[in-house]
């Protein structure tokens, strides 16, 4: 055993000649040589391991092993990590998969801005510097109905930014059903100890009544907090306290009503079936004094955190040291201008998620017949038969912490295979494509959601079922 080990060691071939392998040449191009050998180097140490491990059969052939360990290593590493692909799970703000697809406009915007020098903080009028701020200010007070405005990199940020700049060594008052956590890196006490303010916790999970608050403001108290409980919902006996009659409390004692939005809605979804979410203006109308949302939520924009309320809050914000290190960069604020004035003009229905969420059952069901008789001439081309292939109801989502527990009627194809690879395998291997496409998976059945397709994007879709098939 130990001699066999030590001849298969043996015979694993040299750097030299694994760096003069055909297939090495044209990924070294990609990657320059010291890359390649350092990925040669893990796969060595690799091999090495898992043959004195006993994972590898010692009577196989060492040069093989090497290169099939090697070649799978350096040419994940080629391609390009970031990859577009295409989103077939009928969940339209999927956090995992980027948040909100920008309009071509805003693509443009953006491609332009970038490829040169910029007024981003520069005023054309008087020749000095300028506010990076100040592109979109006006824009979202127009959209928003608010005083002033400031932009940060995120939500978070923009939280973080706001209660530093407003509550720091004083207290912010939040009732116990709000202390959400989001997506497992932002939590509300996290945040709130994080900018040194004094958390003052009022209510219960399920209950929070109005004199609860009343009771907590003291001396010491900054905010009276309120924070969308984004992506749960506590349902039975539950009672918590309207923004009117909190603002309402908070003006009475003299202190600040803030709002954690979340989603950052600029204007009704119209649907029926999707009440209940107050837009920014509501929200800034019934007296709360600053809001935070993000971008790339229902606002469908690029990533950003946006604090809107009060000048003179405000104006305590922007001189906060924190916002430098927050700062938001040109490729955003190009394309977040762009939508801004996409909602000013009455074209919301050019942003992408505000259309996605707002495609009724009709045209979902027509899309879906379309792509899945597409779909079925691409499999008789290709000599297939092992799939039936038809359109089904599904439930989409809105996602990204709106809406939560309540699901939206949609459309989809649904891909039964009754002699080939299974759902689960199927998926996996569409994600392997070179536009990979993330589908759902329904009782062993493969379910491509048409809601978040968008324009040209069944094309990709039948291009990575060629490439498993063809
Ligand atoms: C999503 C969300 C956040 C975090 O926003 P990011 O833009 O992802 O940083 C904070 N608070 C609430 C209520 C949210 O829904």
Redesign the pocket.
Same mark, same amino acid.
């Given at each position: 055993m130990k001699n066999e080990l030590q001849k298969f060691l043996r015979a694993i071939p040299s750097m030299e000649t694994l760096l003069s392998l055909p297939w090495v040449e044209s990924l070294t191009l990609e990657l320059g040589r010291e890359a390649v050998k350092a990925l040669f180097n893990e796969a060595l140490l690799e091999l090495r391991r898992d043959a004195r491990d006993g994972k590898v059969p010692l009577d196989g052939d060492p040069a093989k092993a090497i290169e099939d360990r090697a070649r799978r290593r350096i040419s994940q590493r080629a391609k390009s990590s970031l990859a577009r692909l295409v989103n077939a799970t009928g969940v339209v703000i999927h956090t995992n998969l980027g948040r909100s697809p920008l309009p071509p406009e805003a693509i443009e915007a953006l491609t332009h801005l970038s490829g040169g020098y910029s007024s981003l903080e520069y005023s054309l009028e008087s020749g000095t510097r300028g506010q990076r701020n100040a592109h979109v200010e006006w824009l979202i007070r127009q959209v928003t109905g608010a005083e002033a405005a400031i932009v940060t990199n995120?939500?978070?940020?923009a939280?973080l930014l706001a209660l530093s700049a407003l509550a720091r060594g004083r207290e912010v008052v939040v009732s116990s059903g709000e202390l959400?956590e989001?997506?497992g890196s932002?939590r509300i006490p996290d945040i709130l100890a994080f900018s040194g303010a004094k958390m003052v916790q009022v209510g219960c999970t399920n209950c929070t009544h109005l004199r609860d608050y009343r009771d907590a403001i003291g001396e010491e108290t900054a905010i009276l907090l309120k924070?969308?409980p984004?992506n749960y919902r506590i349902q039975g006996f539950t009672e918590s306290v309207s923004r009117e009659d909190i603002s309402a409390l908070a003006r009475e004692r003299g202190v600040i009503c803030m709002e954690?939005? &979340?989603?950052g809605l600029i204007e009704s979804l119209g649907r029926s079936d999707l009440g209940g979410e107050p837009t920014v203006r509501e929200c800034l109308a019934a007296g709360v004094d600053i809001v935070t949302f993000?971008g790339?939520?229902l606002l469908g924009g690029p990533?950003i955190?946006c604090i809107a309320g009060s000048a003179a809050l405000i104006d305590r914000i922007r001189g906060h040291q924190l916002l430098r290190a927050l700062r938001v960069d040109k490729m955003t604020l190009a394309a977040f201008e762009v939508i801004l004035r996409m909602y000013l003009k009455g074209q919301s229905d050019r942003i992408p998620v505000v259309a996605m969420i707002r495609r009724s059952e009709d045209e979902l069901r027509e899309r879906a017949e379309a792509l899945s008789q597409k779909l079925r001439a691409l499999l008789d081309e290709l000599s297939v038969s092992s799939y039936d292939v038809g359109i089904t109801e599904t439930d989409d989502a809105v996602g &990204?912490?709106s809406f939560p527990a309540r699901s939206i009627a949609g459309w989809g194809v649904v891909v039964t295979s009754r002699a080939g690879i299974g759902a689960t395998k199927l998926s996996a291997r569409l994600r392997e494509t070179g536009t990979p496409i993330i589908a759902g998976v329904r009782e062993d059945k493969l379910v491509l959601h048409v809601r978040t397709l968008l324009d040209g994007e069944d094309e990709a879709v039948l291009g990575a079922f060629r490439e498993i098939f063809g």
């Open positions: 995120n939500n978070a940020g939280v959400v989001i997506g932002f924070v969308h984004s954690d939005m &979340g989603s993000s790339d939520k990533q955190g &990204g912490g």
